[in-house]
């Protein structure tokens, strides 16, 4: 089993900044993919940021050029550095992990307790 915790979100104004941690733990041989995705009221769970174990990044279109995210690999942490935020970026943020595991199946999905991000204008 693999555990993800959430850390870093709150409440900031427009045009202000917060960084997200997620740390995994458990049972992990080699984490895959870590990845941030947010869900805002009445809306789809969305994509937001991965980062892959190449060192690769991909993010979506409404975060390009604002959101960073990092790894620790050391600590199998993973960060969400989020500049400028909009009213629009508030959603309770989740961690995602697709991780290697020393039990079977030999591979899993996992996801984090969400963290509540709130962007006020």
């Known amino acids: 089993q693999v555990q993800l915790v959430e850390s870093g979100g709150g409440l900031v104004q427009a045009g202000g900044s917060l960084r997200l941690s997620c740390a995994a733990s458990?049972?992990?041989?080699?984490?895959?993919?870590m990845s941030w995705y947010r869900q805002a009221p009445g809306k789809q769970r969305e994509l937001v940021a991965t980062?892959?174990?190449?060192?690769?990044?991909k993010y979506a279109d409404s975060v390009q050029g604002r959101f960073t995210i990092s790894t620790d690999n050391a600590k199998n942490t993973v960060y969400l550095q989020m500049n400028n935020l909009k009213p629009e970026d508030t959603a309770v943020y989740y961690c995602?992990?697709?991780?290697?595991?020393?039990?079977?199946?030999?591979?899993?999905?996992?996801w984090g307790q969400g963290t509540q991000v709130t962007v006020s204008s």
């Open positions: 995602n992990a697709d991780a290697l595991q020393a039990k079977f199946p030999p591979r899993g999905n996992y």
């Open positions: 458990g049972n992990i041989v080699r984490i895959l993919v």
């Open positions: 980062f892959t174990t190449g060192g690769s990044t």
